[in-house]
């Protein structure tokens, strides 16, 4: 429950402040998106599998996110920013699908 009324804190907050993102990060807000996704189904699937260890949900999510940003950084530096977003992207939804599908075979037994 504390991490609902937390989620429904940090929503309205969001609408209310408006935050602006300076234009530095834009190109990496969205791949620590879908990063952050990556850990969370990751962690959602590992929770109903019974093997969930917060530890290890707080180092994959941490991790993810530090190195698909890395990723896309040092692909801007060589010129290639935009082919190494796709492929982080592509490589995330993979993940993310994938932990979605056994999401969906766990809950529906199908």
């Known amino acids: 429950m504390i991490a609902v009324l937390g989620l429904v804190v ?28 990556d850990a969370v189904f990751g962690g959602l699937r590992a929770m109903l599998d019974g093997i969930f260890d917060d530890k290890v949900f707080v180092v994959s999510f941490l991790s993810n996110v530090v190195v ?6 040092l692909g801007d530096k ?13 490589v995330l939804g993979i993940r993310i699908f994938s932990n979605a599908a056994a999401i969906r075979r766990h809950v529906f037994q199908a």
């Open 78 to 90: 060589l010129g290639v920013g935009a082919q190494l977003s796709t492929g982080v992207v592509v």
């Open 68 to 73: 698909a940003a890395l990723i896309v950084f």
């Open 10 to 37: 940090g929503v309205v907050a969001g609408l209310l402040v408006r935050p602006e993102v300076p234009a530095v990060v834009e190109p990496y807000l969205p791949i620590a998106v879908v990063a952050a996704l």
